[in-house]
């Protein structure tokens, strides 16, 4: 078969699937996912086998080790994956809901219902958990799903797909829920991304080059978020010792993540004492800071930050810090330079709390608390698929709900239009 | 000044104004609101001076008189635009609202609060209406706009344009909130379509052509509906008077718009008695009836409706009709030929009903109602900005609310993640 007609083939299997499984009762959804929770465990030695190629094969072209254990199916991953799976499947069923219903003058009742989005391209790098976390997601979400993974991880992923389509084709599902990918050119990627008429969504995971690639190329609608760019805004009447807790959970818990502190702004008013302890906190846990330059006037042996470091999201152990002499500088800083990500005061000033939380555009507002807690797992909303800065449709982490859209029901009893 | 440069500058100045316009009280808004439906009425003349100008061209030219109905602010119009104005004035202001706030195991409250996008684009033909409508459903939800609509409606929207600049400038808000865009060739909107940084949606409104041009150029999300391909599904069940009823408010009641009907499936159970009676009907009032080969069985004289008909927006008093052997056949045939915009069955038996409100994907799907309902202000959203037809962030009639997102607002007092 051509690439073309064997792409469209995939994403047309992909939209007749997704018919079948928008109606299928939770209870069989959530049995699959158990199944498919033991089978995870079960092959462990398969799937281990498989990733050793992947892993074996990285480390001959010598990719940094960060990627290499990204890509290791160790045991603990593994069971963690088979863990995940169970979690999903003891997640609320969103579709069908009825979210609301009112009555017109006329006596129509107008109602609004979740259902799945149909069917959702995820095009991510070489993670193969990820393979497993969106597809059970997609799955309970009544969606059907196209796996797009790095090349990096194709035989872990075409292991896992395995799995995965010997518990649908066990439980009486359409194999064609969830596919993977088969190809490995970008190019073959780009021509997925035209088929608006089969796939309704797209979701980029990675660095933001690949999702810059993929908003460029395609036709259907892409939720994704380009990089995180957090700050602390640490106002005059913080608690010091607060904002001290939140600002190293934030940047050093776990530095490497969209969800990590990159810029601390500190008021004029606290900045004396705040800046000098903070930075001696900081650099005891190894952290490199970049200040600008009224800061070098309170803490002279500090590295001056440049202006692009106001852009960056380091992912490492560096923090930028700026002084600022109201929250309206702080605000307008983070509208100038932030991401839309997750952005936080410290303050125990309440006309302050509530000022930053209406006037910051983010996806997610936070007062007094560390920006690490963007995550649909720690908010609540179960397992996450990605994070979302763009305004429409979601806005910040997106779990089940966010997979699903709302239609409209009508029950009349014969009401025509005047 | 470039054009490149020139089109920059309006979107840079309408992110700048959406800032300020997402915090206005309601009070103020509305304020100005009702102002402009004053000044609507007071500059009538004015308004309708410009408008000859674009009349006389569009007779010159010998555009269709379909088209320069539209086209025409008539005292009627005018007066019309004004209360709709009023409307959007007294519908509740969807900005602030807290819809949801959860507590988590560590305290942290979690709310989704509602925001405006931003900054909306709206590309739209000769309606010099829509130019009012938009920018009052902008302005209230909170959002900057930028309107584009047809060349032939230059002179009228522009007249427009300086009573609503007027009203924004007595009122102390910034002008940039809602501009008109300056520019006629398409090619200056497709650079419009690229400056993602500034701009939140697109909307195109108006022919197929027009919208897929939009899509193929936008880097920015868009939501649109091609085309309203509306299905009524006649069941065995069905009480003939109200079938009847309804077929004919849905086609006949206004054929040229998207909400009408275009395909009529009819259960063979009932065909023998309700083709020759909808046929009949429907004649009289002046409908074409193109009809597959089974219906000739029962009425011989019809004209035979070909495989295109099926995909067929008519826009007209034209009519298709199938015979359907089960109502399986009917959403096979509403899955492979429709739009997903509106689709209706008339039925008297309950579970049938349950089933075609469940099994149909249409994002607006009815029972025992005439398609015609499928629009905002039918369903008590309010006045609407258009209907979506894709699935991402709303789907079916769009009001006030779908022009806002959710952002998460965090409460914390000093939790640090674990």
Redo the contacts between chains.
């Keep these: 078969m051509e690439t073309t007609e064997r792409i469209r083939a995939i994403a047309q299997a992909a939209k007749q699937a997704s ?1 079948l499984i ?2 299928l009762p939770t209870t069989l959804k959530n049995q699959a996912l158990l199944t498919l929770a033991d089978e995870l465990n079960k092959k462990k030695p398969l799937l281990q086998e498989a990733n050793d190629k992947d892993v074996r094969a990285a480390e001959d072209k010598g990719l940094s080790p960060a990627l290499i254990d990204r890509l290791t199916l160790t045991d603990t991953v593994i069971t963690a994956m088979s863990e995940g799976v169970v979690e999903v499947a003891q997640l609320p069923d969103p579709v ?1 809901d009825v979210v609301t219903m ?1 009555k ?1 003058p006329n006596d ?1 009742l ?1 109602g609004k ?1 979740r ?1 799945p ?2 069917v959702i391209g995820i095009i991510y790098e070489s993670r193969p958990t990820v393979t497993v976390d969106a597809a059970s997601l997609c799955f309970k979400s009544g969606n059907a799903v196209i796996l797009r993974g790095g090349k990096e991880a194709f035989h872990s992923n075409r292991a896992l797909a395995l799995v995965i389509q010997d518990v649908l084709k066990k439980s009486g599902m359409p194999e064609a829920a969830i596919q993977l990918f088969p190809l490995i050119e970008r190019e073959a990627v780009y021509e997925l991304l035209t088929l ?1 008429d089969y796939i ?2 797209i979701i980029p995971r990675g660095g933001e080059e690949l999702i810059r690639a993929v ?2 190329h395609s ?1 259907i ?1 892409v ?1 994704k978020h380009y990089k995180g760019v957090c700050h602390i805004f640490v106002d005059a009447s913080a ?1 010091e010792e ?1 904002a001290e ?2 600002v ?3 940047k050093v ?1 776990r530095p490497g993540v969209c969800n990590a502190l990159e810029t601390l702004l500190i008021h004029d008013a606290i900045a004396p004492s705040f800046l000098p302890r903070i930075v001696s906190t900081l650099r005891k846990r190894a952290v490199e800071v970049r200040a600008c330059k009224r800061s070098l006037a309170i803490v002279p042996d500090l590295k001056e930050a440049q202006e692009e470091d106001w852009y960056q999201e380091y992912l490492d152990l560096i923090l930028s810090i700026k002084l600022v002499s109201s929250m309206a500088e702080a605000i307008d800083h983070i ?1 100038q330079y932030g991401s839309l990500h997750t952005d936080v005061i410290v303050t125990s000033d309440y006309s302050n ?1 509530h000022a930053f ?3 910051v ?10 920006t ?3 995550d649909g797992n ?3 909303l179960g397992s996450e698929i990605g994070i979302s800065t ?4 979601a ?3 997106m779990g089940l709900q966010e997979l699903t ?13 005047e």
Tied chains: 1, 2.
């Excluded at 763009?390 to 449709?393: D, E, P, S």
């Excluded at 859209?405 to 239009?417: E, F």
């Design positions: 018919h928008a109606v069908g009112w017109r129509l107008v219902v259902i989005l149909g608006e309704d969504l908003v460029e036709k609608p939720i608690h607060m807790s939140i190293v959970n934030a818990q509208e709390a939380l209406q006037k555009h983010s996806s997610v507002v936070m007062v007094n608390a560390s690490r807690f963007n720690q908010l609540g763009t305004k429409l449709h806005f910040g982490p859209t709302l239609k409209y029901v009508v029950y009349g009893n014969g009401q025509v239009r």
